[in-house]
């Protein structure tokens, strides 16, 4: 494997996110999952860059490739240049749910206007980096649902009950995971301790989906998808302060917000900030508002929501690599979900994620770096736990009981 990528075109001349192309398909292929049409596959293959910079391909079964960059702001020390991890997440669960929202209001012939969601997401850290206790964690989500429609109250209510059932991302809250592992260093398979082992070695070198990744001549797709809306000030020692998070003992709460609505029929977008620690507003949009489709202007929503997630992990190898003072060359993930969208309810089914790391360090030390990666991801902590969102809504302007 190559060395980390240095700063330059692979950040800051390339766009956010652009659909990628034609990815080499030996290094990429989503392989369409058993029960055919219910269920949908999701890989995403991440390599780190320079400092905290990441730089994602994203696909699904059921749709092209998307290249997706990701950066973290002051608070590790990062250059703030594109959306941190918990953003694409935040995004993906608002796109997710409005996507279903609209499209059971349009099967059920229902004129749903004037729809707006908040969204808070909390996370902890706790422990010690050093002394192995570290550990992330994840709270439920909360959702503050508005929208205007002439339907019967209890009518609308069973309608946003039935969105919340079929999202796949309000399931993957929903379904507590129990997610596999799999580690190649330097080239060769190595168990894994502290996590659970895949029935299956890694198969593949992820580096070959960036060769020579670039927006196709001429696509004329949206060109803003993320857009980065305002800057957070570098403060230092306050809390949330520059470099704060790179405190080898911490004990503290995280807080995103996202603020999503439907500025076209066919188009959402949402603003998510970073309030704890202190970070910067991104805007996304998407045009996933049927299923897990999308109409290829943008990303679908779940591969929004999968790429935080991997994100989110590959921060936490490169954040212990710093606590530790332990080097690594490069380190890259394969990550491969699956979701059933069957009738009725979605459910999400255990991630598998392949890790790969060049760096001189021990097996022993590699192992630990894939455990304390998955002990300290905030949304793999969602993912291993029951977290079903909570929704407050009103209709028309008035509070919506919604039933249980």
Not at 13 to 41: I, K, M, S
Not at 45 to 72: F, I, N, Y
Not at 378 to 386: D, E, K, S, Y
Request: one cysteine or more; a neutral charge.
């Amino acid at each position: 494997m190559s060395t980390v990528a240095e700063p330059g075109a692979r950040g800051a001349e390339l766009p956010l996110v652009f659909r990628a192309g034609d990815v080499p398909a030996a290094a990429w292929t989503v392989q369409t999952p058993p029960h055919g049409a219910t269920r949908l596959a999701v890989r995403v293959c991440v390599r780190a860059l320079h400092g905290m910079q990441k730089e994602a391909v994203v696909a699904t079964s059921a749709g092209p490739a998307w290249r997706m960059l990701s950066d973290e702001g002051p608070y590790l020390n990062g250059t703030d240049l594109a959306p941190f991890p918990l953003a694409f997440f935040t995004a993906g669960m608002q796109f997710s749910l409005l996507g279903e929202l609209a499209r059971h209001a349009a099967s059920q012939r229902l004129s749903v206007t004037g729809i707006g969601l908040g969204q808070d997401n909390y996370y902890t850290m706790d422990g010690s980096a050093l002394k192995g206790t570290m550990r992330g964690g994840a709270r439920a989500a909360a959702l503050q649902l508005s929208l205007d429609c002439d339907a019967p109250a209890d009518r609308v209510a069973r309608l946003i009950r039935d969105a919340e059932l079929t999202s796949p991302a309000h399931a993957l809250m929903r379904d507590p995971l129990a997610n596999t592992f799999a580690l190649n260093l330097n080239g060769s398979a190595v168990p894994v301790t502290g996590v659970a082992a895949s029935a299956t070695a890694p198969d593949e070198d992820p580096l070959a989906a960036f060769r020579d990744l670039a927006p196709r001549a001429g696509d004329d797709r949206r060109a803003d998808i993320i857009t980065k809306l305002d800057t957070a000030q570098t403060l230092f020692g306050v809390e949330g302060g520059a470099g704060s998070s790179l405190q080898a003992e911490q004990k503290r709460e995280l807080h995103v917000r996202g603020e999503a609505r439907f500025p076209a029929p066919a188009l959402m977008e949402t603003s998510v900030q970073l309030f704890k620690p202190i970070g910067s507003v991104f805007r996304f949009r998407c045009d996933d508002v049927q299923a897990s489709t999308s109409a290829g202007q943008t990303p679908p929503a779940l591969a929004f929501l999968m790429a935080g997630v991997g994100f989110c992990f590959m921060t936490q190898i490169g954040r212990y690599a710093q606590i530790t003072k332990q080097e690594l060359r490069s380190y890259a993930i394969v990550q491969d979900s699956t979701f059933d969208l069957g009738a009725g309810a979605a459910r999400a089914l255990p991630t598998h994620t392949q890790v790969f790391l060049d760096t001189a360090q021990s097996p022993a030390v590699a192992q630990k770096f894939v455990q304390m990666a998955e002990q300290t991801c905030f949304l793999h902590a969602a993912m291993r736990t029951c977290l079903p969102s909570r929704i407050d809504a009103q209709l028309n302007g008035k509070e919506l009981p919604l039933p249980r």
